[in-house]
């Protein structure tokens, strides 16, 4: 991953990944990713050290807690979308008076439409 330090997309929906590899740190330049659709139990840290992100998409994935603090530090970020993540009731407070960018939720218990 390190090859590719200039990326700023990058798109790993649908892949059964569980966790991001460390190296993602060094993706200093990348804008966007896509990890909708796998099968993060924890959100990926890593991110919330990357100066440029704006986009992070995790929907459809089993995430119950948020790291809102240090995503709330993020100087670039725009947008996180987290709908249909089983997201705990303490996110779904403390989250909104802290965060200056779109949040995407979906209403407590709901359920993705089946693929």
């Known amino acids: 991953m390190t090859t590719f330090c200039q ?3 990058l798109r790993l929906e649908g892949n059964f990944l569980h966790r991001l590899p460390n190296e993602v740190s060094t993706l ?3 804008k966007a990713i896509d990890l909708s659709r796998n099968q993060f139990h924890d959100f990926p840290e890593q991110l919330t050290t ?7 998409n995790l929907e459809e994935n089993e995430i119950v807690d948020v790291p809102v603090e240090k995503l709330a530090a993020m100087p ?3 947008s996180v979308n987290l709908r249909f993540n089983p997201l705990n009731a303490e996110v779904r407070v403390i989250a909104p ?7 995407l939720m979906s209403p ?6 089946p693929r």
């Open 76 to 78: 670039a970020l725009r």
């Open 108 to 113: 407590e218990g709901a359920r993705a439409p």
């Open 7 to 9: 990326l700023r997309e």
């Open 97 to 103: 008076p802290l965060i200056k960018f779109d949040m």
């Open 50 to 56: 990357l100066p440029a992100l704006e986009t992070i």
């Open 28 to 30: 200093q330049h990348l």
